[in-house]
């Protein structure tokens, strides 16, 4: 999987388990909508800022949201392969 999708799938695991829609996420992190479909749309690069507003509206850290099997060294592929 790439890293994008291991992204996009942790910021979706994360938000049905706090119950929030991707609005709910937006308003509380501060950020657009569009920034928040970006994400799940797995399409481009997320800032890191952009990250740690998400984290902190889900009120969890960097290191607990990093911290799921989506993002084992065996579960992420580069993109050429």
């Given amino acids: 999987m790439r890293l994008e999708e ?10 049905m388990a706090k119950n929030l829609t991707d609005d709910d996420l937006a ?12 994400i799940k749309k797995q399409g481009s690069e997320v800032k890191l800022i952009n990250l740690y507003h998400l984290c902190e509206a889900l009120d969890i850290s960097l290191e ?18």
């Fill in 6 to 15: 291991a992204l996009a799938l942790r910021v979706e695991q994360l938000c």
């Fill in 27 to 38: 308003v509380v992190c501060g950020v657009s909508l569009s920034m928040i479909e970006t």
């Fill in 64 to 81: 607990e949201f990093f911290n799921s099997p989506l993002f084992d060294r065996e579960s992420i592929v580069e993109e050429s392969e």
